[in-house]
């Protein structure tokens, strides 16, 4: 599917299950309105009046819906869409015939194991308030069904081309960066060492939806194996970070996926403790030892600050390179006026 999509999970409110010898039904709530989730987006009431008039001529299969987003898992259609004061009120219908529906997904239902619903769709129009995204227009992909996530009422995560924020825990700040050594060991580990898997795009901030088979469609990897598994490294999302402000020529991804990407990365350095690096005209570098010497001193001919540590540590640089080139000067100096009193 060529699109620029995002998705937010959330709890299925009202849950009403029914069926009959074809189908099984169900109904809730794909989005709530005026909720900050996780992510810190809060969806405004209207945001999705022009998506449901452009769903309205489709029939009785408005919406597909897939379960955790994977667009070769099919598992239904949604037959209602509506807007009220809570949110975005929907009917489902999932076909028994489906040997996964009736197998696995109706059962987990009815148990309470598959309790959430999470709906992919791309920003239209979205407003900054302070550290909270409003989406104030969004269209809509598809809705999905979802296992428990650890929050039960709402996590957004971007989607499509941009890779879902995956709650990974985090390496050893002290652990280098080895993006090439990385991808091999994340290769072994999950299972994807002939063709790129849905666990293996989870190590990635983006890939080319376009190309999902080839392992060049996926780019900033943030992850590494470390005691056998995925950890988030400092470094590669510092690194990324920097990529997306143009080191190393910056990254090439569409430019209406930037925004869905930086919002992950910023995602990332708050799971580390850290407020965003992206700064109004300025990027803010929090580890240099992320950065080759090309990558930093393209960084500050566009415009850079640095954390306070890593300030000292810039500072001590210059100084170590520039003292020894004043000793030099200075002794050349002193063997010209010896040279002269001769």
Known sequence: ???NCEHAV????QKKFTEDDDNFY?????????????GGDRV???????????LEGKGDAKLPVFWNHDDDSPVGVFTELAEDEQGLFVKGRLPLADDFVRGRIVPQMKTGSIAEMSMGFSTITHKSV???RELHEVKLWEGSLTSIAMNPKAKVTDFKSAVPYQDYPIAPNWMEWDPDGAIRRIKNRVGATDAPNPAYRRAFLWF???????FDAYKMPIVDVWDTELRIVPRAVFHAAALMVGARGGIDIPESDRDAVKANIDRYY?????????????FRVDDV??????????????GVSFSRGQAKKVVSAIKSVQEPSIARQIKAMQEELESKRK
């Not at 959330?10 to 409110?13: D, G, K, N, V, Y």
């Not at 809730?28 to 996780?38: I, K, P, T």
């Not at 405004?44 to 452009?54: R, S, T, V, Y």
């Open 208 to 214: 080319d939806s376009e190309s999902p088979d080839s």
């Open 130 to 132: 302070g550290n909270v």
């Open 1 to 3: 599917m060529n699109r």
């Open 289 to 302: 030892g992320a950065l080759s010497e090309r990558e930093l001193e393209t960084l500050m001919k566009s």
């Open 26 to 38: 169900f109904e809730g709530y794909l989005s709530v309105f005026n909720n900050v989730d996780h």
């Open 44 to 54: 405004i009431p209207g945001a999705f009046k022009k998506a449901l008039i452009e």
């Open 270 to 282: 708050a799971k580390l403790g850290m407020e965003s690096p992206f700064e109004e005209g300025s």
């Open 10 to 13: 959330f709890t299925l409110e």
